[in-house]
């Protein structure tokens, strides 16, 4: 049995994860910038193609494949991690949602889902299930902001929402995978209605 994270191993899990972003975000845009949409989506196509396999090695095969394998989370065990299904998401998001939404929900995701981690383990003291009401909070302020210096007001609001509530109430399935797609549906929907 994997034991649950520690703060401190939540902090090293959630530097990987926001750095994941700072450093994959920026990436894909000089990519698409250079070499276009489809070159950007074959790239994380191979990505998820390298996670996946990682996954079979370490599910399957029972091989220790991660560096850190204890900043591994007890739902990650003999499942996808959840860098393959933020990748399956952000491909998904990039086939159907515009381009800004993608940017801003992956921003989200990043870095909302990072601040109600490390704001609720550390300063949660009003439950809500199984998470806090301070860790949510940070999370909505954080993705609003991240949202509204992209968007117009209201998909920015409607994303940030979406996403809050997703990282609330989802926790066997891994959030990685919702939080991008509904986050991204929310907003692409309402800028659209919008223009």
Not at 71 to 83: D, F, G, S
Not at 93 to 117: K, T
Not at 129 to 141: D, F, H, P, R, T
Not at 163 to 168: G, I, M, N, P, S
């Amino acid at each position: 049995m994997v034991k649950d994270l520690t703060y401190r191993e939540e902090i090293f899990r959630k530097i990987a994860h926001v750095g994941a972003g700072a450093v994959g975000i920026p990436v894909c845009l000089w990519v698409e910038h250079t070499y276009g949409m489809g070159a950007v989506k074959g790239l994380l196509l191979i990505a998820l193609l390298g996670s996946l396999v990682f996954d079979y090695f370490r599910n399957e095969l029972n091989l220790k494949l991660y560096l850190l394998p204890f900043l591994q989370r007890k739902r990650e065990i003999k499942h996808l991690h959840a860098a393959t299904l933020a990748l399956i998401a952000t491909l998904i998001s990039l086939e159907f949602f515009q381009r800004e939404v993608v940017i801003a929900a992956l921003l989200m995701f990043f870095l909302g889902d990072a601040a109600a981690a490390l704001v609720g383990k550390k300063f949660g003291r009003l439950r809500l299930g199984n998470k806090s009401l301070e860790g949510s909070m940070a999370m909505l302020i954080v993705c609003l902001a991240v949202g509204w210096s992209m968007l117009p007001f209201w998909p920015a609001l409607a994303m940030a929402v979406a996403a809050t509530f997703v990282e609330l109430v989802v926790d066997v399935i891994d959030d990685s995978l919702v939080i991008i797609l509904l986050s991204g549906f929310v907003g692409d929907i309402l800028l659209r209605l919008l223009a």
